[in-house]
């Protein structure tokens, strides 16, 4: 191509907004009443390009300029060369199209690209004199927003797309008229095309609110500003090749795996039948189209219509909720086709698309992936695949206890659910959000207060019972929280203290003369210790110094009684005594228990009651003097007895005053029963000779009450009615845990406790824990065996890994 200055033509034409660049050629070229090719020649375009195959087709100088060659036209024409280049597709390359620079040529692979032709409005090529708009040519065009009618993909005249192939450069063009010139010359020397009327043609008219219309506009609009902020997007905003990947993909899922009768559900019935009576002639192109369809862009106008329109019922919703749903529907149409669709594959669905797509796919597969997959890809509105670094991994290990806090446990606690079991899992499972950790590793970070196969059972547990979405929307938001805020309390470096000195019993003697109120014996001040040992640590009950030492269950039932009945002087005491503990580990500016505020839980329908309903005033009348239990108590108000044990904990029941003459009286009641019965002949009869706290006082005289109280001050767990029949308490969280859960055998448990194993299998029946059938499968090496098989393959697990 010369290099020579071109002479400035004398007619000068400019041209219409948004007009393209061969429009406006042929415009100018009819205006100066000459051929096409003698314009092209004058601005030195006519030039092929070296190693095309056929070289009598000049290049298409609508989809890319060179500054040079534009710098000629804007120099012969008289027009700005910027707008000369923005007649051409390069206006939107990396927009809506994606341009080889190099060959000049679209990508029709990606984002709907059209390598030649234009759609055109008949409408507007009569307003404007036979003048076509740029825009016409991409992909995403299918609809006039100012006629409100869908555009024309053919002439009707010679059933050929108009501008697929260059107008003759022999003839002379007219506006508005179909150029396409035949497939074989007829005439050698010039020809104008058919040189149909193209404002003639009809289309479709819609109403101005029609699907396919706000679908055109947000695409435009997205197009021209590369930024979508509609629908979804409005939440998170994309850039347009983002975007219309995304739109890309999901159309093109509708338009290969919906059946004709379900797309009805999916675009508008004026469209659909519009569509069934379209035909395209190119038999090679319609038949790739048929093969993957919605992988390059729709041949018809009608079709990109129903695409968009069915794809923008997913990405255009203005929240998450009916995306998701209509997202689910079309993943179930995908699997009716035998595709293949779960967390993993959906990347397949196109190239270039962003996070808007990916979380509507991963929310809308959340009910099949299992609940610790959802907590890694963070359930919220927009799921993400696990993103969380080692840094802030190590943060929210250091925000997290061991067990989770009472106050948010019972909220998230189904009815049925053991709390002892489900609050490590709880803590367990915030600490996956977002993160790649397996079960086992998140455990054992929190301290090993569990392990993985129980954490999967629980949140399968909370699956099963329709509290999961609930309790994952809760879970996430806390887990953001701990990311976002400073918590007070490193729990990480309170696991780690040395606890084996906390509340000596000197201390717990000392405390005890100067709140007036009865030490109990070594045991209660055991178990004040270990009380306050998990109020501190953030460790389960079980790990504290000593514990392993007793009778775990009715010991752990002391605890949650001492819980319950300790006056405020006392708990006020013990939480100055920890408070001196931290001070003297240095975390002396650390609050002694702390919980994330409960307004995070507001809006979330949670299956546990919420504690801040109880009447404390009430609750209080009813367990002062020990008149009902926490567990009758909670009866009474028709809750949870965990949320009363978490009101006690905050607000302790003050206790009964009593009379001077009330006082009097048993003070001296107490004295003689106390001469009567020393703590060493109580622990003999009741221990060792297993009388009844009515035989004891019968034979030694004084009342049954008094007897109580004596066993509370000598710190003597007393047996529940029947117990003395039986060789131990069982407690059920255990036994479920270790014969359920563990699936150890009634044998096993029994040699463990020292009894029979038909006493065992009588505490199972009374507890109201099934038992499994006798036979092979229930024998110790066939459950070991079927265990070890899980562990080796993964399965068996309804949850984790």
Wanted: charged share 25%; aromatic share 6%; net charge positive.
């Amino acid at each position: 191509m010369t290099m020579d200055i071109p002479r400035t033509f004398p007619i000068r034409l400019a041209p219409l907004p948004g007009e393209a660049l061969d429009s406006w050629l042929e415009a100018l070229a009819h205006r100066m009443d000459t051929r096409y090719g003698d314009v092209l020649s004058d601005l030195g375009l006519t030039t092929t390009r070296i190693g095309r195959r056929n070289l009598d087709l000049p290049t298409d100088w609508t989809v890319a300029l060179l500054d040079q060659e534009a710098a000629r036209v804007a120099h012969a024409t008289g027009v700005d060369q910027k707008l000369v280049q923005s007649m051409t597709l390069m206006r939107f390359h990396g927009r809506s199209v994606l341009i080889d620079l190099d060959t000049r040529q679209v990508n029709r692979k990606r984002l709907w690209g059209r390598g030649n032709g234009s759609r055109y409005c008949p409408d507007c090529l009569a307003d404007s004199g036979g003048r076509w708009q740029l825009v016409w040519r991409l992909g995403w065009s299918f609809a006039c927003l100012q006629h409100c009618r869908l555009l024309a993909d053919l002439c009707p005249n010679c059933q050929r797309t108009p501008r697929q192939r260059l107008f003759s450069l022999e003839a002379q063009p007219t506006p508005g008229r179909c150029g396409t010139r035949p497939s074989r010359r007829v005439e050698p020397i010039r020809t104008s095309g058919c040189g149909h009327d193209l404002s003639t043609t009809h289309t479709l008219h819609l109403p101005r609110d029609h699907p396919a219309l706000v679908a055109q506009h947000h695409l435009l609009h997205t197009i021209e500003t590369d930024r979508a902020d509609f629908g979804l997007y409005a939440q998170l905003p994309q850039p347009a090749s983002v975007a219309l990947s995304e739109i890309r993909a999901v159309a093109g899922r509708v338009l290969t795996n919906v059946t004709a009768f379900d797309l009805f559900a999916w675009a508008p019935e004026d469209i659909l039948g519009a569509n069934g009576a379209s035909q395209h002639p190119d038999g090679a192109t319609k038949h790739k189209m048929l093969i993957r369809p919605g992988f390059m862009a729709p041949p018809t106008a009608i079709r990109t219509a129903i695409a968009v329109t069915a794809a923008l019922r997913i990405l255009g919703q203005p929240s998450p909720p009916p995306a998701v749903s209509a997202m689910r529907q079309l993943i179930d149409s995908c699997r009716d086709s035998a595709e293949k669709t779960t967390a993993t594959t959906i990347t397949t669905w196109g190239r270039g698309t962003g996070p808007v797509l990916r979380s509507v796919q991963l929310a809308a597969l959340g009910p099949s992936m299992r609940p610790s997959d959802q907590l890694r890809r963070r359930a919220t509105s927009f799921p993400t695949r696990p993103r969380i670094d080692e840094q802030q991994l190590g943060h929210r290990a250091r925000t997290l206890p061991s067990v989770f806090w009472p106050s948010w446990l019972v909220r998230l606690s189904p009815p049925g659910v053991y709390p002892r079991l489900l609050a490590p899992a709880l803590a367990t499972a915030t600490l996956l959000v977002g993160s790649r950790l397996h079960l086992n590793a998140a455990a054992t970070i929190l301290g090993s207060a569990t392990d993985g196969r129980v954490v999967s059972r629980m949140l399968q547990l909370l699956k099963d019972q329709q509290c999961w979405e609930a309790a994952s929307v809760a879970l996430v938001r806390l887990a953001e929280f701990l990311d976002a805020c400073d918590v007070p309390i490193d729990y990480e470096r309170r696991r780690r203290l040395d606890y084996s000195n906390l509340l000596p019993n000197s201390l717990w003697a000392e405390l005890c003369r100067a709140v007036e109120y009865r030490p109990g014996g070594e045991l209660r001040a055991r178990v004040a210790r270990c009380v306050l040992f998990h109020r501190i640590s953030g460790l389960p009950i079980e790990s504290a110094p000593g514990f392993a030492d007793t009778e775990q269950a009715p010991f752990r039932s002391e605890c949650e009684r001492f819980g319950e009945a300790r006056p405020p002087a006392v708990a006020h005491a013990l939480d100055d005594v920890a408070r001196d503990f931290l001070a003297a580990h240095g975390a002396g500016d650390e609050p002694v228990a702390w919980h994330p505020p409960l307004a995070l839980l507001d809006d979330i329908d949670l299956p546990g009651p919420d504690p801040a309903s109880i009447d404390i005033d009430r609750l209080h009348a009813l367990v002062q003097g020990h008149r009902y239990s926490a567990r009758l108590a909670a009866d009474a108000l028709d809750t949870s007895i965990e949320a009363v044990r978490i009101v006690l904990s905050e607000h302790p029941a003050p206790p009964v005053p009593l009379t001077k003459a009330q006082e009097r009286a048993a003070g001296q009641s107490l004295r003689i029963a106390r001469q009567l019965l020393p703590e060493h002949e109580f622990r003999c009869r009741y221990l060792e000779m297993r009388q009844n706290t009515r035989a004891i006082a019968r034979d030694v005289g004084v009342s049954p009450g008094n007897v109580l109280r004596l066993a509370r001050d000598y710190g003597i767990a007393m047996r529940k009615s029947g117990q003395h029949r039986r060789h131990e308490e069982i407690d059920r969280d255990w036994l479920f845990e270790q014969y359920v859960i563990r699936r150890r055998t009634l044998p096993d448990l029994a040699r463990e406790k020292g009894m029979s194993s038909t006493t065992m299998a009588r505490w199972a029946r009374d507890l109201g824990i099934p038992v499994r059938p006798s036979g092979g499968r229930s024998h110790g090496a066939y459950l070991q065996r079927s265990l070890a098989r899980d562990d080796d393959t993964g399965q068996g697990q309804p949850d984790g890994n």
